[in-house]
């Protein structure tokens, strides 16, 4: 789609605005965002189009008209898709060998599973190996109201930071900011930093490195705009 405006506003009631028109999301519901700072950042990305929209170069935009489009109407729905990452989260799953590695984990994703266990009171079981091992049903049910209890808005900010990380612990530890970005990022990538390390770095797995992390960083700005 070409430009076809000269601005982009924000109105009394956070509705994104182009040239006094609002903008609509796809299921044609105005883009009316939860704060001054997401408005604000979302009109950017419009002020900031060339010559022809690219929604890849939008993700607040798009992160927003998933809140409004996807998660509004099925907000129960959605939450148990994302919750269901506790099942299998990657902090769970370690390396039997090579010891190095094993230690790695367990000092980069051991403090993690620590702050959940205290912040929710939950126990989880660590396993070795690929193979599914199942969480206690009482970690699961509580990990379940804590996604539950977020807005629309958080919800859809944290669907890509829990598939891009593998973890729903990492995940609710970014959106409660028991860590920060960077961090938790490095304790998502041990596995993919160790093997690059004695292996050497493949372009191509870089190329989508880069990918996922242009998505896990707009997550993160959505969040952080949230307040």
Request: glycine letters at 8%.
């Amino acid at each position: 789609m070409k430009r076809f405006w000269q601005q982009a506003r924000v109105d009394a009631d956070r509705v994104v605005t182009l040239d006094g028109r609002p903008v609509r999301t796809p299921g044609r519901t105005p883009l009316a965002l939860p704060t001054d700072a997401l408005a604000d950042a979302v009109a950017a990305e419009w002020n900031a189009v060339g010559d022809t929209l690219d929604p890849r170069a939008m993700p607040l935009t798009g992160l927003a008209n998933a809140a409004i489009d996807r998660v509004g109407p099925e907000h129960g729905a959605f939450a148990a898709g994302l919750s269901a990452y506790g099942e299998s989260d990657l902090l769970c799953y370690r390396a039997a060998e090579p010891e190095q590695l094993a230690d790695r984990q367990a000092a980069e994703w051991d403090p993690w599973l620590d702050w959940a266990r205290s912040r929710y009171d939950v126990h989880f079981v660590v396993t070795q190996g690929i193979v599914h091992q199942a969480q206690p049903a009482a970690t699961l049910a509580r990990l379940d109201e804590a996604v539950a209890a977020l807005d629309g808005f958080r919800l859809a900010a944290l669907s890509p930071i829990v598939t891009i990380t593998g973890s729903l612990v990492l995940a609710l530890a970014l959106i409660e900011r028991a860590g920060d970005a960077d961090t938790i990022w490095a304790a998502a990538n041990v596995d993919e930093d160790w093997q690059a390390e004695h292996w050497g770095r493949d372009p191509l797995a870089e190329q989508a490195r880069a990918g996922r992390r242009h998505d896990y960083d707009a997550a993160v700005r959505f969040l952080g705009a949230l307040g």
